[in-house]
């Protein structure tokens, strides 16, 4: 597979994108990204996971005709990856959203717009196209939600995601000491720290103020819609994420949705069964990236036994800490038809807007396919569980014979 003509940016991997937008991001917006919730335990886990499986490459075989294209909903996408939805990516650069939306278009993949974006989901549709999906929360005033969900029909958009993990707010300090709330409030800290950052002042937020004005969450209908530095319009609780949500919610969403249909959040095969009977297309194993809930387990960690529960009804899609070809791989042999990318491509975004965004996807895209050689492995379909080694026995990974495999036996 060739290389793209990409700027490289001097990024030779997604931690090099991480550092740069560390430079150009405030201190209060940079670890607003880049950072998890409470101790961290989570957000450290769900990269340390990777390092316990290994591969075990067969060899001999030959790759010259390999490829990482997959499809899925009965659809070819050129990468086993989407981008995921992050509410405020259009803080990473001007218009950020529209620019991983290019980007994630060129490359052949689905881009979800958050509910929490600053352009409007009707923006991207009409600027962008491609393959768009939309990620929903469900507030307290449903009949808000189901505006959104509503308007992402008219607006074209091919699939919903339910976002199912964050029934309240959760506890991250580090914004706090960063005077980084949101709504975003000007105090001294966060002053300081965004007049240390000249470019981004100039170039992301002057820019919206030049132009319109300081943004918006645009996808909140017009009764609440809110610039990011003002409180929510006296509507009560309307915009406060729905506690009582539960299966019959999602049923509701099936009744009034006629597109893809999937559920964002999960780590329990439970869930996933009961999200299957409720009309999901996918379930995608998810802590939101180690940003709520700490001491969750790492998506990867519940990944095999979601696989197994839904044996093979739904595509099971997953997200969290991918920042090598190496993780995606890995999650695919473990049974994910695709995985979805949260801040490797906000990190390029950051970086370099469009030109960044895709240098991240081209990144992962090269790593991939070279992993993929190295492993023997022509097609994501033949990514299995035979080419992995766990170091340790905590993995629920149950026993696992790829069809055909009589070596085994033959060797006994
Ligand atoms: C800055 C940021 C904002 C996010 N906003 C949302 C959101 O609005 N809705 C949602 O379902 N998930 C949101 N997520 C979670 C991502 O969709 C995804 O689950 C997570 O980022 C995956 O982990 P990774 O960032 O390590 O790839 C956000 C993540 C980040 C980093």
Same mark, same amino acid.
């Given at each position: 597979?060739?290389?793209?003509?990409?700027?490289? #940016?001097?990024?030779?991997?997604?931690?090099?994108?991480? +550092?740069?937008?560390?430079?150009?991001?405030?201190?209060? =917006?940079? +670890?607003?990204?880049?950072?998890?919730?409470?101790?961290?335990?989570?957000?450290?886990?769900?990269?340390?996971?990777?390092?316990?499986?290994?591969?075990?490459?067969?060899?001999?075989?030959?790759?010259?005709?390999?490829?990482?294209?997959?499809?899925?909903?009965?659809?070819?996408?050129?990468?086993?990856?989407?981008?995921?939805?992050?509410?405020?990516?259009?803080?990473?650069?001007?218009?950020?959203?529209? *620019?991983?939306?290019?980007?994630?278009?060129?490359?052949?993949?689905?881009?979800?717009?958050?509910?929490?974006?600053?352009?409007?989901?009707?923006?991207?549709?009409?600027?962008?196209?491609?393959?768009?999906?939309?990620? =929903?929360?469900?507030?307290?005033?449903?009949? #808000?939600?189901?505006?959104?969900?509503?308007?992402?029909? %008219?607006?074209?958009?091919?699939? #919903?995601?339910?976002?199912?993990?964050?029934?309240?707010?959760?506890?991250? @300090?580090?914004?706090?000491?960063?005077?980084?709330?949101?709504?975003?409030?000007?105090?001294?800290?966060?002053?300081?720290?965004?007049?240390?950052?000249?470019?981004?002042?100039?170039?992301?937020?002057?820019?919206?103020?030049?132009?319109?004005?300081?943004?918006?969450?645009?996808?909140?209908?017009? @009764?609440?819609?809110?610039?990011?530095?003002?409180?929510?319009?006296?509507?009560?609780?309307?915009?406060?994420?729905?506690?009582?949500?539960?299966?019959?919610?999602?049923?509701?969403?099936?009744?009034?949705?006629?597109?893809?249909?999937?559920?964002?959040?999960?780590?329990?095969? +439970?869930? *996933?069964?009961? !999200?299957?009977?409720?009309?999901?297309? !996918?379930?995608?194993?998810?802590?939101?990236?180690?940003?709520?809930?700490?001491?969750?387990?790492?998506?990867?960690?519940?990944?095999?036994?979601?696989?197994?529960?839904?044996?093979?009804?739904?595509?099971?899609?997953?997200?969290?800490?991918?920042?090598?070809?190496?993780?995606?791989?890995?999650?695919?042999?473990?049974?994910?038809?695709?995985?979805?990318?949260?801040?490797?491509?906000?990190?390029?975004?950051?970086?370099?807007? @469009?030109?960044?965004?895709?240098?991240?996807?081209?990144?992962?895209? +090269?790593?991939?396919?070279?992993?993929?050689?190295?492993?023997?492995?022509?097609?994501?379909? @033949?990514?299995?569980?035979?080419?992995?080694?766990?170091?340790?026995?905590?993995? %629920?990974?149950?026993?696992?014979?790829?069809?055909? *495999?009589?070596?085994?036996? !033959?060797?006994?």
């Amino acid at each position: 597979m060739t290389t793209d003509k990409q700027p490289t #940016l001097d990024a030779y991997n997604i931690f090099d994108l991480r +550092e740069i937008a560390q430079r150009r991001l405030p201190k209060g =917006l940079f +670890e607003f990204v880049d950072r998890g919730t409470e101790d961290e335990v989570s957000l450290r886990n769900n990269r340390a996971v990777f390092d316990r499986i290994r591969f075990r490459p067969r060899t001999l075989v030959d790759v010259s005709k390999r490829t990482q294209e997959i499809t899925l909903f009965g659809q070819k996408q050129k990468m086993p990856i989407m981008v995921a939805p992050t509410g405020l990516a259009g803080l990473m650069w001007y218009e950020g959203e529209l *620019a991983l939306a290019r980007a994630a278009k060129a490359a052949g993949i689905p881009f979800t717009i958050a509910t929490g974006s600053l352009t409007s989901m009707e923006r991207v549709a009409a600027e962008v196209g491609g393959r768009l999906w939309f990620q =929903l929360y469900m507030w307290a005033n449903v009949a #808000l939600s189901h505006e959104l969900v509503h308007r992402a029909k %008219d607006a074209g958009y091919e699939a #919903l995601l339910l976002t199912v993990d964050s029934a309240v707010a959760p506890t991250r @300090e580090y914004n706090q000491r960063n005077g980084f709330s949101i709504p975003f409030k000007f105090n001294r800290k966060n002053v300081t720290d965004v007049l240390a950052h000249p470019r981004w002042l100039a170039e992301v937020l002057g820019r919206y103020l030049m132009t319109s004005g300081m943004p918006v969450y645009a996808n909140y209908p017009a @009764e609440v819609m809110t610039t990011i530095t003002a409180a929510a319009r006296p509507v009560g609780r309307s915009m406060m994420k729905c506690e009582p949500m539960n299966f019959e919610h999602l049923r509701d969403l099936r009744r009034i949705w006629p597109g893809l249909l999937m559920i964002k959040g999960i780590a329990h095969p +439970e869930d *996933a069964v009961k !999200a299957i009977d409720c009309g999901v297309d !996918a379930v995608i194993v998810s802590n939101h990236g180690a940003r709520n809930l700490d001491h969750s387990m790492a998506p990867l960690e519940a990944l095999p036994a979601v696989v197994d529960a839904v044996r093979g009804r739904i595509p099971v899609l997953v997200d969290g800490g991918y920042r090598r070809g190496s993780d995606i791989v890995k999650a695919l042999a473990l049974g994910a038809s695709a995985v979805l990318i949260g801040r490797a491509t906000l990190y390029g975004t950051a970086a370099g807007g @469009e030109a960044g965004a895709a240098r991240a996807i081209g990144l992962l895209r +090269e790593e991939i396919d070279r992993v993929m050689a190295l492993l023997g492995c022509n097609s994501v379909a @033949e990514l299995d569980r035979e080419l992995l080694h766990f170091t340790d026995s905590s993995f %629920d990974v149950p026993a696992f014979r790829a069809p055909g *495999a009589d070596w085994a036996l !033959a060797s006994a």
